[in-house]
């Protein structure tokens, strides 16, 4: 227990009575795959980094002295992949928008303050420096206006992401002037409204007896009335947390809501690295009424060494999955990596000009033009992220190199602030506060 508190300083940690009641299997601990879902554990520290803590504890260091320590180690674990603070945030009238991303086309993330935590947290989140402090809040947005201003400004965008952290531990009446910001937009701009969450898998009682479950629907009603389509991204991890009589009736009530329901989730090692378990995953999605949508690779952040499933077996296993289930699971894409230049899947291993090589495929590219282009990397057995990966036959950049850095040079020059006469007039927009300049 003390190494698991260890870990815990460096690692975020948080549960609930529903994930420790009703999904771990405490016969089953330390292996169970929930309990390594949640509760951090003390392989996910490397061996020296783990005994210098005990160490310090051991000798009574000070808690400042432990903290420095800690947030060194915190520092090692890559804690901002694939580069989404510096190209994701969107740019208009030379300011930062900040609390919203905007990388693909279509759609819009916005990141509201309130929504900044989750119920519980997933060992391998990516999103873990935020919740131990040592990646500021500058990214959330508090301003639920600046949403429908963009969007006037960007037409081409069909889909709206609240994401976090996880939209669904906000209050409903936070997250309604959201909602009813989009009400000036009129109806010649009908969006998707997607909400990024695992509330169903860590609290489904959000959806059913949280003291505003119901206004919640009553929300969910109100995209529909408004003409957008109400959607949910929900993460899940494992099986077991489709089981539960709880999340049966919560998915039950978001679809009489009017909510499609969209299941996605990483494959990581300890949780879920079997092709049994994603196919009785989509399978019992499906039959709830949710459509299976991406397997992710998990990212190279955290204790990603722990987690860590080479792409050559992930591939294998999400193939293995995919021959078990019909037709209607197989809406399912991926093993999908989120990497700087876009959503690549892994479609395949193959011998090309007799070299071994993945056969990859831009699922979402930052630029458009690269969705749906197959591309090759050379075979690596032990790879298990992009960066990992060279191209092959012989090339020496992927395709997609030059303009990646023509899109980053693009975005230096949007920060450059615009003429002096006009600075100082409109550094505040309404009542954004959370427009500022950047220099
Ligand atoms: C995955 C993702 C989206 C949504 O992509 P879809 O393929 O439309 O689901 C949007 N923005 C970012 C940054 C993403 O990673
Ligand atoms: S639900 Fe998502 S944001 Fe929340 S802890 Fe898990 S991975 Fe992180």
């Given at each position: 227990?003390?190494?698991?508190?260890?870990?815990?300083?460096?690692?975020?940690?948080?549960?609930?009575?529903?994930?420790?009641?009703?999904?771990?299997?405490?016969?089953?601990?330390?292996?169970?795959?929930?309990?390594?879902l949640?509760?951090p554990?003390?392989?996910?520290l490397?061996?020296?980094?783990?005994?210098?803590?005990?160490?310090?504890?051991?000798?009574?260091?000070?808690?400042?002295?432990?903290?420095r320590?800690?947030?060194?180690?915190?520092?090692?674990?890559?804690?901002?992949?694939?580069?989404?603070?510096?190209?994701?945030?969107?740019?208009?009238?030379?300011?930062?928008?900040?609390?919203?991303q905007?990388?693909?086309?279509?759609?819009?993330?916005?990141?509201?303050?309130?929504?900044?935590?989750?119920?519980?947290?997933?060992?391998?989140?990516?999103?873990?420096a935020?919740?131990?402090?040592?990646?500021?809040?500058?990214?959330?947005?508090?301003?639920?206006?600046?949403?429908?201003?963009?969007?006037?400004?960007?037409?081409?965008?069909?889909?709206?992401?609240?994401?976090?952290?996880?939209?669904?531990v906000?209050?409903?009446?936070?997250?309604?002037?959201?909602?009813?910001?989009?009400?000036?937009?009129?109806?010649?701009?009908?969006?998707?409204?997607?909400?990024?969450?695992?509330?169903?898998?860590?609290?489904?009682?959000?959806?059913?007896?949280?003291?505003?479950?119901?206004?919640?629907?009553?929300?969910?009603?109100?995209?529909?009335?408004?003409?957008?389509?109400?959607?949910?991204?929900?993460?899940?991890?494992?099986?077991?947390?489709?089981?539960?009589?709880?999340?049966?009736?919560?998915?039950?009530?978001?679809?009489?809501?009017?909510?499609?329901?969209?299941?996605?989730?990483p494959?990581?090692?300890?949780?879920?690295?079997?092709?049994?378990?994603?196919?009785?995953?989509?399978?019992?999605?499906?039959?709830?009424?949710?459509?299976?949508?991406?397997?992710?690779?998990?990212?190279?952040?955290?204790?990603k060494?722990?987690?860590?499933?080479?792409?050559?077996?992930?591939?294998?296993?999400?193939?293995?999955?995919?021959?078990?289930?019909?037709?209607?699971?197989?809406?399912?894409?991926?093993?999908?990596?989120?990497?700087?230049?876009?959503?690549?899947?892994?479609?395949?291993?193959?011998?090309?000009?007799?070299?071994?090589?993945?056969?990859?495929?831009?699922?979402?590219?930052?630029?458009?033009?690269?969705?749906?282009?197959?591309?090759?990397a050379?075979?690596?057995?032990?790879?298990?992220?992009?960066?990992?990966?060279?191209?092959?036959?012989?090339?020496?950049?992927?395709?997609?190199?030059?303009?990646?850095?023509?899109?980053?040079?693009?975005?230096?020059?949007?920060?450059?602030?615009?003429?002096?006469?006009?600075?100082?007039?409109?550094?505040?927009i309404?009542?954004?506060?959370?427009?500022?300049?950047?220099?």
């Amino acid at each position: 227990m003390r190494r698991i508190r260890a870990v815990g300083r460096v690692l975020p940690f948080r549960v609930n009575n529903y994930v420790v009641n009703e999904l771990i299997d405490w016969d089953n601990v330390p292996e169970d795959p929930i309990f390594q879902l949640t509760f951090p554990q003390p392989n996910m520290l490397s061996e020296g980094n783990l005994s210098r803590l005990l160490d310090m504890d051991h000798a009574g260091k000070s808690i400042a002295a432990v903290d420095r320590e800690v947030s060194r180690i915190q520092r090692e674990m890559n804690p901002h992949p694939a580069r989404q603070m510096e190209l994701n945030v969107p740019v208009m009238d030379g300011r930062r928008l900040e609390g919203l991303q905007h990388k693909y086309k279509e759609t819009v993330l916005v990141f509201p303050r309130q929504g900044q935590t989750c119920h519980a947290f997933c060992t391998y989140c990516f999103r873990w420096a935020q919740f131990c402090g040592i990646e500021k809040l500058h990214f959330a947005c508090n301003d639920p206006l600046v949403l429908p201003r963009y969007l006037k400004a960007h037409p081409e965008v069909t889909d709206v992401l609240f994401t976090g952290g996880d939209p669904m531990v906000m209050r409903a009446k936070v997250l309604r002037p959201y909602i009813d910001a989009l009400r000036g937009l009129g109806t010649d701009h009908p969006l998707t409204i997607r909400f990024g969450t695992k509330a169903l898998a860590y609290w489904p009682y959000r959806f059913l007896t949280d003291r505003d479950a119901g206004e919640l629907m009553e929300l969910f009603e109100d995209i529909a009335a408004l003409g957008h389509q109400p959607a949910i991204m929900a993460h899940f991890s494992h099986d077991r947390e489709l089981e539960t009589p709880a999340v049966e009736q919560a998915m039950r009530r978001l679809q009489s809501a009017g909510a499609v329901i969209r299941c996605q989730g990483p494959l990581v090692r300890h949780v879920n690295d079997d092709a049994g378990t994603w196919a009785r995953m989509w399978r019992r999605q499906v039959r709830l009424g949710a459509i299976p949508y991406y397997m992710f690779v998990a990212r190279n952040t955290g204790p990603k060494a722990y987690f860590r499933v080479p792409l050559a077996q992930t591939y294998r296993i999400f193939s293995e999955a995919y021959g078990q289930v019909s037709g209607l699971c197989r809406t399912v894409r991926g093993p999908s990596m989120s990497a700087t230049p876009g959503k690549i899947a892994v479609q395949g291993i193959a011998e090309l000009l007799s070299e071994k090589v993945f056969v990859l495929k831009f699922i979402q590219g930052r630029d458009p033009s690269w969705v749906n282009r197959v591309f090759f990397a050379r075979y690596a057995p032990d790879a298990a992220w992009f960066d990992e990966l060279e191209p092959a036959l012989g090339d020496k950049k992927f395709f997609f190199e030059s303009g990646l850095d023509r899109i980053t040079a693009e975005k230096a020059m949007d920060l450059v602030p615009p003429p002096r006469a006009l600075s100082g007039m409109n550094d505040r927009i309404g009542s954004g506060t959370l427009l500022r300049w950047v220099h």
